[in-house]
């Protein structure tokens, strides 16, 4: 029973550990900013008039 619940509180730190790292692991100044605006994929959709 011990061995279960060692190993269960060694993979809720292991997920703890990978969350943590991924949260924190980006760019050092935050988020690019672009020159220009992003553009939508797709053209504006025309007025539906139902």
């Known amino acids: 029973m011990g ?3 060692l ?3 060694g ?3 292991l997920l ?3 969350v943590w790292w991924t ?3 980006g760019r050092k100044s935050g988020e690019r900013h672009d020159e220009e ?3 939508s994929s ?3 959709r025309p007025d539906e008039k139902g």
């Open 3 to 5: 061995v279960i619940l």
């Open 7 to 9: 190993e269960a509180l």
């Open 11 to 13: 993979a809720l730190a």
């Open 16 to 18: 703890v550990f990978i």
């Open 23 to 25: 949260m924190f692991s």
């Open 37 to 39: 605006a992003p553009t």
């Open 42 to 44: 797709r053209p504006d």
